[in-house]
């Protein structure tokens, strides 16, 4: 079984076990403590707000444990949610197996404030940012986490959050994977187009996109969405050109540095610090997460499963190329 089908079955096996009830995540503690292997729910307040969020702790850590592990940050889409978000990527599996600290926060009513995008969570002007900061200071008081060894990633809106985190938390974000996402820092509705918030990253932040070219709720050449929330999306390029700025990468992709099937990856590097950019493709690929066979929102934002690139792998080798 190739590492694709695994992980089509453990997305039906993972929404079968969170149908199942509460057994497989513990409460929030009263008083926080060292916390070992395990899958908790755990929340913070922010502004007057509870935000809750799922935290699995892979095998091999004891409570009290001194050994730092990395710790990914992972993005639901907009109208979707922690527990979904996990079954779709198969992160939790991802994370078992190499050892890291896996967190999967809820947005305000579905959806992340990530700039110019979207519903809820933008009208309200949440402040994610400052939650994500929140979150991370909760997971540092129960468990020892490598400081240098933080990251996010996130998929549609999620990843658009993600790219705010890295414009306006790089200090503690090491490195970056969007799937299916623009940084919108742009209301591309207002004539001229009006900034929303200032993308000034304190450093060079390494990211690591991949993008269904069939994709037609965040279109890859920008435009009208056919998602639910609708609006106008930069195209995918002003993204990395931002980026491959940010970072002063000197050289441009002399050839692939990954292709297989329908899936090209291109790198941009001699960046400062090392923080290279990344930009992975998937001809006919859709709205969804690169590696599963699947492809939930197809009739809305059209395109096939992209099995030809295991976005898991993928990221998580160039995270663990990138600390802080």
């Not at 908790?40 to 702790?57: A, I, K, T």
Request: net charge negative.
């Amino acid at each position: 079984m190739n590492a694709a089908s695994a992980r089509g079955g453990l997305l039906t096996m993972l929404v079968w076990l969170a149908a199942c009830g509460p057994t497989m995540d513990q409460s929030t503690p009263t008083e926080p403590a060292a916390l070992g292997s395990g899958a908790y729910e755990r929340s913070v307040r922010v502004e007057g707000l509870v935000h809750d969020y799922r935290l699995f702790v892979p095998s091999g850590i004891e409570p009290g444990a001194e050994t730092v592990r990395p710790l990914l940050l992972s993005l639901h889409g907009g109208g979707s949610g922690p527990e979904d978000h996990d079954a779709l990527t198969g992160l939790r599996e991802t994370a078992e197996a190499e050892g890291f600290v896996l967190a999967t926060p809820r947005g305000f009513l579905s959806t992340w404030n990530a700039g110019s995008c979207c519903g809820p969570a933008a009208e309200q002007a949440i402040d994610h940012v400052a939650v994500m900061a929140a979150i991370l200071d909760d997971i540092d008081a129960v468990l020892p986490i490598d400081a240098t060894r933080v990251y996010a990633t996130g998929h549609s809106n999620g990843g658009m959050m993600v790219y705010r985190l890295a414009c306006e938390l790089s200090q503690r974000i090491a490195a970056i994977a969007p799937n299916a996402a623009t940084l919108m820092d742009r209301d591309l509705t207002a004539e001229p187009p009006a900034p929303v918030f200032t993308c000034a990253p304190e450093r060079a932040v390494p990211v690591f996109h991949s993008h269904g070219l069939a994709d037609t709720c965040v279109p890859f050449d920008g435009g009208q969405s056919t998602g639910p929330e609708g609006g106008q999306r930069p195209p995918v390029a002003d993204s990395i050109d931002f980026w491959v700025d940010n970072n002063r990468c000197a050289l441009p992709p002399l050839r692939p540095s990954y292709q297989q099937g329908n899936a090209t990856c291109e790198r941009y590097s001699a960046c400062q610090d090392g923080a290279s950019v990344t930009l992975c493709t998937v001809e006919q690929g859709g709205h969804t997460w690169p590696g599963v066979d699947a492809n939930p929102v197809a009739s809305t934002c059209g395109g096939e499963p992209m099995l030809d690139l295991d976005a898991n792998a993928l990221m998580w080798k160039f995270f663990m190329e990138h600390p802080l």
